[in-house]
C-alpha cells in the first residue's frame, strides 16, 4: 500500500502535449470554482496493465482552498496524507512511520488539489480536453505539460457541480480509479483541521527537497 501511495500521489513522469483550447480549461476552472471546501469518503482501486485488480481501499478525504487537503485510508490498512501551505505529511499508521516533504512551487501537483481549482496551474501546467460523455456527467481529460506531476493522465468527472470520481493513469501504466461519495461542500473548515504533530511513538523521516 506504502507504493502505491508514493506512486499515486509523489510519482514523476514527463510528458509533452500541445496546446489546449482556452474553451475547455475555461469550463473546468467554472466547474469547479464554487469548491471552495470539500469533504467527503472515497473508495479506490487500482488496476494493472493487464487490468487486472491489484488493490482496493476506502477513506475519507478533505479539501480547502487554497492549499490544504487531506486524505485518509481506513481500509484495508489505515494512511494519512495530509498537506498545508509547507509541508506534506506522510503517516503510516500501522508501520508507525512519518514522512515530511516541503511543499515547493514547482511543477508538483497532486489529484486532490487540482479539485481546488488553482487557475495558473491547470493553464499553465495541463492540456484540459473536455470529451463528449454518454451520461450527465462531464469528462475532462488533464495531460500534464511538464516534469514533476505524478501521473500521466488524469480524468476528472463532474455532475453539474458534484464531483463524482476521478481516473489516473500512473507513471507505471496502471490505473487507479475512485469514486466519490458523501459529498459535503457546506460543513465549515479551516486550517486548524488540517493541523498535523506526529506521535511520539513513530519513526520520523523529514526531507528538505
Known amino acids: 500500500m506504502m507504493k502505491i501511495l508514493l506512486t499515486l500521489w509523489l510519482g514523476l513522469m514527463p510528458l509533452l502535449v500541445s496546446a489546449q483550447t482556452d474553451s475547455d480549461v475555461n469550463e473546468l476552472l467554472a466547474a469547479l470554482e464554487p469548491v471552495k471546501r470539500l469533504q467527503g469518503s472515497f473508495t479506490q482501486q487500482q488496476y494493472g496493465q493487464d487490468k487486472l485488480l491489484l488493490a482496493e481501499s476506502s477513506g475519507r478525504f478533505r479539501l480547502l482552498r487554497p492549499g490544504y487537503f487531506s486524505w485518509e485510508i ?9 498537506a498545508g501551505p509547507e509541508y506534506l505529511w506522510h503517516f503510516d499508521r500501522d508501520l508507525e512511520t512519518v514522512t515530511r516533504r516541503p511543499v515547493t512551487t514547482n511543477a508538483d501537483m497532486t489529484p486532490l488539489q487540482i479539485l481546488g481549482g488553482d487557475e495558473s496551474a491547470l493553464r499553465e501546467k495541463f492540456h484540459v480536453e473536455r470529451k463528449p460523455a454518454p451520461s450527465a456527467e462531464d469528462t475532462f481529460v488533464l495531460t500534464p505539460l511538464s516534469p514533476g506531476v505524478g501521473f500521466k ?7 453539474g457541480a458534484r ?47
Do not use: C
Open 153 to 159: 493522465q488524469l480524468t476528472l468527472f463532474l455532475d
Open 163 to 209: 464531483i463524482t470520481g476521478m481516473e489516473i493513469r500512473d507513471n507505471l501504466d496502471q490505473d487507479v480509479v475512485i469514486k466519490f461519495a458523501d459529498l459535503d461542500s457546506e460543513s465549515a473548515l479551516s486550517s486548524a483541521d488540517f493541523a498535523f504533530t506526529p506521535p511520539p511513538e513513530a519513526d520520523l523521516f523529514y526531507y528538505d527537497e
Open 74 to 82: 481506513l481500509s484495508p490498512d489505515q494512511q494519512l496524507i495530509i
